[in-house]
């Protein structure tokens, strides 16, 4: 959501470098996490611990206090079932001096060995805690499946789980295609690959036992436009809208955003069949798909008192002109682009002068006054 990726780069997220670090699951533990919102919030308090102590190690700060923000996103390229997390966490931590104000240490650049070492804590943590619920069973060197039922006991997974499970495989859970994968279009030509196109296997993404953690993006402090486009990223909805068309037929093609390797570019559902897609996922009631955690945890002591917030590089609005206050932000800077291109629609012959600050009540009412 645009709001949400405004607030963040604006107000809460301070002028340091940050680090996305994605992290994907074992395919059952992704079922699992969907429908049990306890599990999902130990889960992401293992990773983030995890984390935490890397950060704290790599910024040679043992004391040091992280700050992340985490996504929970349930879709994947093709908008089908698929959690995982995309984790914004500041690159580094800060540790509060005598004087009782917070320094930055940066951490550095995770190298693969790194990775592999933050992604073998994850797994291990995670996976003793499911051995401790029963979830797992561990014999010997192999991890199995356990007790399961206390996962799946609402009265919605005869519903829920299936259109999941279906939707994690390509398939279809309802209906006469019942267990068939879903129908793709390819492109009339298959393309041959261009000898430009170059792919080199990232050392910051590593597999470890069915987890695995990318963490080779890194925002620098002053990229603060690139930081909330990847904010609207990973806020962005699971289908987008200009990808959606209507067949002569009724069916529904839904676009890709990238075609697939094997020449796909398409999905084609019945309407039954997309609602199916739909609800595998929508969460359940007072599940959190973005939670906060460290100094951006809104029970820290310092998540209004960081240094470096760019809140803080701004003047109050009741010292500063109308012509000021829409350089403040971002937000003010798109409402008021928002405004002027509004009046040009409603009102051609009104000069855009007339909205000099998208909240002044004179500009207003000089505006609605102005004939």
């Not at 006991?153 to 999941?164: V, W």
């Not at 486009?229 to 093609?253: C, H, Q, T, V």
Request: hydrophobic residues 40%.
């Amino acid at each position: 959501m645009p709001e949400a990726a405004i607030y963040l780069t604006d107000v809460l997220v301070p002028l340091v470098r940050v680090r996305q670090f994605v992290v994907t699951f074992p395919p059952p533990l992704r079922l699992w996490l969907a429908g049990f919102n306890e599990l999902a919030g130990v889960v992401c308090g293992k990773i983030m611990d995890a984390l935490s102590a890397h950060l704290r190690r790599e910024s040679d700060n043992p004391k040091g206090m992280a700050g992340a923000v985490v996504f929970m996103q349930r879709f994947g390229s093709g908008s089908n079932f698929n959690v995982h997390l995309h984790i914004i966490a500041l690159d580094g931590t800060y540790s509060e001096k005598s004087t009782g104000r917070l320094k930055f240490y940066n951490a550095k650049a995770p190298t693969g060995e790194i990775t592999e070492r933050l992604a073998s804590a994850i797994a291990k943590r995670i996976n003793k805690h499911l051995v401790k619920k029963g979830h797992l069973e561990q014999s010997e060197d192999l991890m199995l499946v356990g007790t399961t039922e206390d996962l799946f006991s609402s009265a919605n997974d005869n519903l829920h789980l299936p259109a999941q499970a279906a939707s994690a495989s390509h398939r279809i859970a309802f209906g006469q295609n019942a267990g068939t994968p879903v129908r793709r279009l390819r492109s009339s030509h298959a393309l041959w690959p261009s000898e430009d196109d170059v792919e080199v296997s990232s050392t910051a993404c590593i597999s470890v036992g069915g987890y695995s953690v990318h963490a080779a993006t890194a925002v620098k402090s002053d990229e603060r436009d690139r930081l909330e486009k990847l904010f609207r990223y990973l806020a962005r909805p699971a289908i987008a809208e200009d990808g959606i068309s209507i067949l002569p037929n009724g069916d529904i093609k839904l676009k890709l955003k990238t075609p697939w390797r094997d020449g796909s570019e398409f999905l084609l559902f019945t309407p039954t069949e997309f609602l199916e897609k739909l609800v595998a996922l929508v969460p359940l009631p007072k599940f959190h798909l973005t939670r906060y955690y460290g100094v951006f945890s809104p029970a820290s002591p310092h998540r209004k008192n960081l240094p470096d917030r760019p809140s803080q590089n701004v003047k109050n609005t009741s010292e500063t002109t109308d012509a000021e206050a829409p350089h403040k932000s971002r937000s003010f800077r798109q409402f008021r682009t928002f405004s002027k291109a509004a009046v040009k629609l409603i009102a051609p012959g009104i000069e855009s002068t007339a909205l000099t600050h998208p909240f002044s009540r004179r500009s207003v009412f000089n505006f609605f006054n102005s004939e």
